[in-house]
């Protein structure tokens, strides 16, 4: 399968520890985005990369949050001193685009996220 | 702020029967828009977008959508809804202007009743 993964599917933490998910966009890609999505909601954007820069980074990001892309290939978010109100379904996309500037017309391919629970 | 509204929660349609899933938005410039559509336990998978050009949009599965500039929206339609129809539907939009920021609708749940 050559689609988007992201590891782990689920995950239960307690509050105040640090948590990192893992995400493997299309290998093609060079857009990677993160969402946040919560019951009832559709994604809430978290932050962007094109290929290992950041380009983009909501306000809804706070400082314990962070994400790298370090090769341009994966990406990581890591959430530290986790809290009660981080409990969702964090959403990792990729697209392709050419040129490095601007809003995308592309599709997004979306992975099945990570179900982060904090206890 | 640029933003986008799906007015229904939950749409409810016999099977057989047309279908439309509405969407409006607003954001500065021009935007791309899109449908995607959401299963239980899969993730978002695209469906149908808008960029530029003919006003209606043919996509996956049998889904067009309208795009109405003078109105803002960009409503999704089905001929005739299958059971297998059934599920969570978000529209979403990337304006031009600059800026990486996909919007997302608060997502629409069809349900096809057989």
């Known amino acids: 399968d050559t689609g988007v993964s992201q590891d782990p599917r689920h995950k239960i933490t307690k509050r105040g520890q640090n948590v990192t998910f893992r995400c493997d966009p299309i290998?093609?890609?060079?857009?990677l985005y993160w969402y946040r999505q919560t019951l009832g909601q559709g994604p809430e954007f978290l932050t962007y990369?094109?290929?290992?820069?950041?380009?983009?980074k909501s306000r809804l990001l706070s400082d314990r949050f962070s994400a790298e892309r370090p090769k341009g290939s994966f990406s990581t978010l890591e959430i530290q001193r986790t809290e009660q109100g981080d409990s969702a379904m964090y959403l990792c996309?990729?697209?392709?685009?050419?040129?490095?500037?601007?809003?995308?017309?592309?599709?997004?391919?979306f992975g099945p996220g990570t179900r982060l629970t904090v206890l | 702020a640029q933003s986008v509204a799906q007015p229904e929660d939950q749409v409810n349609v016999a099977e057989g029967n047309p279908l439309t899933v509405k969407c409006t938005y607003s954001?500065?410039?021009?935007?791309?828009l899109f449908w995607y559509v959401q299963y239980p336990n899969r993730g978002l998978q695209f469906l149908l977008k808008?960029?530029?050009?003919?006003?209606l949009v043919k996509g996956s599965y049998g889904f067009e959508a309208e795009f109405n500039k003078s109105q803002t929206s960009f409503h999704l339609k089905k001929p005739s809804a299958l059971v297998s129809d059934s599920a969570l539907y978000f529209c979403?939009?990337?304006?031009?202007?600059?800026?990486?920021?996909?919007?997302f609708g608060a997502g629409t749940r069809l349900f096809v009743k057989a």
């Open positions: 996309a990729s697209s392709l685009a050419m040129g490095t500037s601007g809003a995308s017309y592309n599709e997004q391919f």
């Open positions: 290998s093609e890609h060079n857009r």
């Open positions: 990369f094109q290929n290992e820069a950041q380009l983009e």
């Open positions: 954001v500065s410039g021009n935007p791309y």
């Open positions: 808008y960029i530029t050009g003919d006003n």
């Open positions: 979403a939009v990337s304006p031009d202007t600059g800026g990486f920021k996909t919007i």
